[in-house]
């Protein structure tokens, strides 16, 4: 359609850029530095993510002016990936399962230690309850799981409100099971010793600290995923609270606050809900400018979102995806009628 030389119109027509971390991806896999830029790079990006056609530029040779600055920020259950890997070692195995140890029946104590007796050929002739010494060394077993496995695992544990502790059978594919130095691999021994052996019983707190203190610390979710929901560490808090967003026009700072005081004006709320919003969810209850910033044609402009604290910097960097920080700069686009 043909530009009507000489007419310009004056719509509302807010201008929005997004940072968007992938399940399964972490903050530091899209920005590596303690700032996060936008309106800066915008291609290859969905209708969800911008509506920006240029970086930092508005469409053609139209004008805006900003009356209001927006930060909307997600809060969507984190998706983990199947690397890295948690694990844990010398875990005790025990019983509460009567025993038969040479045909004579063996009444177990709830949790007692199972112990392996070796016959002289070095296999394993049963199982039992004796205590612990070179002849019968006690059964223990360790595991290796991916991350998101872990994760199911802790929330199994969290839902069970009687001992917040969830099962893993000896016989998975990612537990492996010793007696002294041999592995218990094989049918038989296995058989012999589910016929006394409980699974092994992981406790929440177990499974936070193996998560906190997995190999790879890069990689381990922060502790605001961990434990999310604890009344302190909602992820939406952790990153209104330590971060300052500046917006820039051309070169010049127009204003620069700590994210808090820009509120989302949007997103699901509930008084009763598990999950955070950025402000009361109603467009008019957020940051509007005392004058408009005027953006000029073919000028440009960008946000900027930086994290001073180092400290902070490393633990908001582990965040899982899916996670998007959009950036809205609401109010006026004057361009050509068409």
């Known amino acids: 359609m043909a530009v009507v030389q000489g007419i310009k119109e004056k719509v509302h027509l807010p201008i929005y850029d997004s940072i968007k971390v992938e399940p399964e991806k972490q903050l530091r896999d899209v920005e590596s530095s303690s700032t996060l830029k936008l309106f ?58 009567p025993a038969v140890i040479a045909g004579t029946p063996a009444p177990a104590v709830e949790g007692a230690l199972v112990t392996a007796t070796f016959a002289s050929d070095g296999s394993i002739s049963a199982f039992g309850f004796d205590p612990p010494d070179l002849t019968h060394p006690k059964v223990v077993a360790e595991y290796e799981i991916s991350l998101q496995r872990a994760m199911d695992l802790l929330s199994e544990a969290r839902e069970n409100t009687e001992d917040r502790s969830t099962e893993l059978d000896l016989d998975d594919e990612d537990v492996t099971v010793k007696a002294g130095a041999k592995e218990v691999t094989l049918n038989p021994d296995f058989d012999k010793l589910k016929k006394i052996a409980d699974p092994l ?75 955070s919003t950025h402000g009361e969810p109603n467009p008019t209850a957020t940051f509007r400018f005392a004058e408009p910033i005027f953006i000029d044609k073919q000028q440009n402009f960008r946000v900027e979102i930086e994290i001073p604290d180092s400290d902070v910097l490393k633990e908001l960097q582990r965040i899982y995806g899916p996670l998007t920080v959009w950036v809205v700069l609401d109010g006026y686009m004057t361009r050509d009628v068409q």
Do not use: C
Not at 82 to 96: F, L, N, Q, S, W
Not at 212 to 222: V, Y
Not at 230 to 238: E, I, P
């Open 40 to 97: 800066v790079n915008v291609q290859g990006k969905t209708k969800l993510e911008t509506n920006l056609q240029a970086a930092a530029l508005l469409p053609h040779y139209n004008t805006f002016e900003a009356r209001a600055l927006r930060v909307v920020i997600s809060d969507l259950p984190p998706e983990f990936p199947e690397d890295p890997k948690v694990a844990d070692e010398d875990i005790d195995v025990t019983g509460t399962k």
């Open 201 to 275: 019983l992981l406790s929440a707190k177990d499974l936070e600290s193996a998560i906190e203190e997995m190999d790879e610390e890069k990689k381990r979710p922060p502790k605001i995923q961990v434990r999310p929901n604890n009344g302190a560490g909602s992820l939406v808090g952790q990153f209104i609270y330590n971060t300052v967003t500046t917006f820039f026009v051309g070169e010049k700072e127009m204003i620069k606050m700590p994210t808090w005081f820009f509120p989302a004006g949007a997103g699901p709320y509930s008084e009763a809900g598990k999950f």
